[in-house]
């Protein structure tokens, strides 16, 4: 049985990132792999057994209360160190760096990967399309941020960015370290990007899963790149 852990989803459920989990507990079920989705909120311990830890984006005082919560026990950190999948998405992505900066204050991360997020000058929005290596054509996604992520040397980028703004920085969006991923990418990226929650899968059971046909995602991720300029 797969566990999927929704992290805090009253606070990190501002821009719908909550869908991430139905995509992967959907696609999961496609190939008769047995799933679970576990709601955690902030006022409960972090399950330490799950196979995908899911965390999405939320305004700043929100932000502040789930990263506080998360570092009860450094369960996240424990739970990626013997290989579990993260997926952390804009807010959730910041608070899994070394630390964080807004204007008043330094804010120490969970240290999950090489990064570091500090305040930009405009509120970055709208539709983004990034190259990642680990497919061979561009996930689409929508962006709402402000904070500018720096990469430090112990991350890779989760891809390059073909439209929009990702990081803020370098070109590129989000960051990448064995099996947790950081990206800016709503949408949930995972609707819009079936392919991505196949590879999650495929990382959270350790071996190959089979291709299904799902035409109407299928349909729809074509028709999202289409429109890439
Ligand atoms: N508060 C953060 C920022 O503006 C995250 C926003 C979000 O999660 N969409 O950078």
Not at 190 to 215: H, K, Q
């Amino acid at each position: 049985m797969l566990e999927i852990i929704r992290i805090h989803n009253e606070l990190l459920g501002t821009y719908g990132d909550r869908g991430n989990a139905d995509v992967l507990k959907y696609r999961a079920g496609l190939r008769n792999i047995r799933s679970r989705i576990i709601d955690v909120s902030y006022m409960d311990p972090l399950p330490i057994t799950g196979d995908i830890y899911l965390l999405g984006g939320a305004e700043d005082a929100a932000q502040l209360l789930s990263l506080t919560a998360l570092r009860k026990g450094s369960i996240l950190k424990k739970a990626a160190n013997r290989g579990a999948v993260v997926l952390a998405i804009c807010a959730g992505f910041q608070i899994l760096g070394t630390k964080y900066l807004t204007r008043e204050e330094e804010i120490k991360g969970l240290d999950l990967l090489d990064v570091v997020t500090t305040p930009g000058d405009k509120r970055l929005v709208g539709d983004i399309a990034v190259q990642s290596d680990l497919f061979d054509f561009p996930l689409t996604g929508f962006e709402n941020h402000s904070g500018v992520t720096t990469l430090g040397e112990g991350a890779e980028p989760f891809g390059y960015v073909r439209q929009g703004n990702g990081n803020g920085i370098a070109g590129l969006d989000g960051a990448i370290n064995k099996n947790v991923f950081g990206t800016y990418l709503h949408g949930p990226v995972l609707a819009r990007n079936p392919e991505f929650a196949d590879l999650l899968l495929e990382r959270a059971v350790g071996s190959t899963i089979s291709s299904v046909e799902d035409e109407i995602a299928t349909r729809y991720a074509r028709w999202r790149r289409s429109l890439l300029k």
